[in-house]
């Protein structure tokens, strides 16, 4: 039987060879991918990060916990993949300047080009002028911005006051996603768009606001 929780203690202290492994076993025992990530990959990352705000662990351990899970996701992404047949749109997507933080973000293109989206992904520590050039560049429909850093959040905000004011054309619409973030600070402070607390509700928040219904 699959040993998810040994896959999330792998996945917290690190240990990438196991985790790959126990990873490989769960998919190869029918575990669904996405279920996954949501239950087990996802939840590692959280442990990871409350013991680093206790100070349990360090910025090391922090990396090697990410890297591990990254490792996993490598098993896990060809399956989460789907062959979209329809372009609904085109994201520009990033996390913003001054943050490296890209799992999330990376979730979010997954989904989003599996939902049948043309994602340009900007990387990590993108600025807001990246953001506009990018988004009037390749007629966005929408950008999508991560922001996993409370440092994080006048970013957000100059991100979004760039893109509105930088005349990209055609009504654009801005989703914002990540742990430091909230649903007030995002539509009524920063006035974007939309939250979205996961990738699977930024996904749905994008079709909401282009209006599509598939
Ligand atoms: Co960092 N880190 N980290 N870190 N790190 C956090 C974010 C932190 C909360 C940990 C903690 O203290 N509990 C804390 C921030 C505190 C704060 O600001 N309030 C923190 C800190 C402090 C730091 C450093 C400053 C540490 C230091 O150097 N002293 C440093 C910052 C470096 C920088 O960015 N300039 C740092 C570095 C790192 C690592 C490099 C070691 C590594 C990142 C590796 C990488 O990303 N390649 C790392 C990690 C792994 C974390 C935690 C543990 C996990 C983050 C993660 O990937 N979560 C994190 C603690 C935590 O979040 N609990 C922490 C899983 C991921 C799937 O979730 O990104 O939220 P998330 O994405 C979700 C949704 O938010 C949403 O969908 C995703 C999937 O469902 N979403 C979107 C995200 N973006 C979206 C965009 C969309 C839609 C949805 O657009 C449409």
Known sequence: MADLEGLKQAVIVGKRLDAVELTKQAVGEGVDPQELVNSILI????VVGDRFEKKEIFVPEMMIAAKTMQACMDVVKPLLRKEAKIVHGTVVLGTVYGDLHDIGKNLAKLLLESSGFKVIDLGVGVRPKTFV??????????VGL???LTTGDPHVLETVKAIREGGVSGGV????GG???????VEETCGADAFAKDAAEGVRKIKELLGITQ
């Open 179 to 185: 742990a430091a973030l909230t649903r007030r600070f």
């Open 43 to 46: 939840p590692a990352l959280n």
């Open 146 to 148: 991560s922001s996993l």
């Open 173 to 176: 619409k801005i989703v914002c």
């Open 133 to 142: 050039d990018a988004a009037g560049a390749q007629k966005a429909d929408v």
